[in-house]
Each structure stands twice: as C-alpha cells, then as structure tokens.
C-alpha cells in the first residue's frame, strides 16, 4: 500500500505562484509514474502533469511553460512548481503514483487563485 500526501495548497492572486509537494510512503523509486491531477468543481479531474521514474515529463497544454513537475528521490516527494497562475487554476490538486499497474491517489491539497 502506497499512502500520498499532498501539501502546498493555498490562496494565491493571478499572477503569483505556489509549490505543490507530494510526500510518498515508500521509496518513489519504485514507481512507474508519479503526475498531478486537478478537479475543479463541476468538472471532471484532469492530468495536469506525470513524470516517470526515468524523469520523462508530460503536461497538459494549459499549463506549458507555467507548471514544473520535478522529484526528490532522496525525500520519496514529487513537486509541481505553479507560476503564473490563472482563476482557471482553482481546484483541487491531488498527487497520484503509478506501480504494478495500481494507481494510487493522495487526498488532494485545495489551490485557489483570485483575479
């Protein structure tokens, strides 16, 4: 059993930045992937960044350029760095971790950004 925990969330003005982190139970190493996922209410939860064990990075098209997803294996914790955020960025960030074929998800860590 694989157990994420996400923090980092807050309220932040459009045009600032905010840095999710995501602490693993176990050694990160082991999983195939690691992303962040986002709901925002009345939406369905969509992947806003993945990073692999061999550090290949994906990113949903909204936030290229502006959101870095990155790993400390030595602390088992995947960051995602948000600059430039948008009102269109409020949601719910959860953390999600890929091994064996078995997902598995934190309980998300709530970012809400004002105009």
């Known amino acids: 059993q694989v157990q994420l925990v996400e923090s980092g969330g807050g309220l932040v003005q459009a045009g600032g930045s905010l840095r999710l982190s995501c602490a693993a139970s176990?050694?990160?190493?082991?999983?195939?992937?690691m992303g962040w996922h986002r709901q925002a209410p009345g939406k369905q939860r969509e992947l806003v960044a993945s990073?692999?064990?061999?550090?290949?990075?994906n990113y949903a098209d909204s936030v290229k350029g502006r959101f870095t997803i990155s790993r400390e294996n030595g602390k088992n914790t995947v960051y995602l760095q948000m600059n430039s955020l948008k009102p269109e960025d409020t949601a719910d960030y959860y953390c999600s971790a890929d091994r064996y074929g078995i997902k598995y998800w934190g309980k998300g860590t709530l970012v809400t950004v004002s105009s």
């Open positions: 990073i692999t064990r061999g550090g290949y990075t």
């Open positions: 176990g050694s990160i190493v082991s999983m195939d992937v």
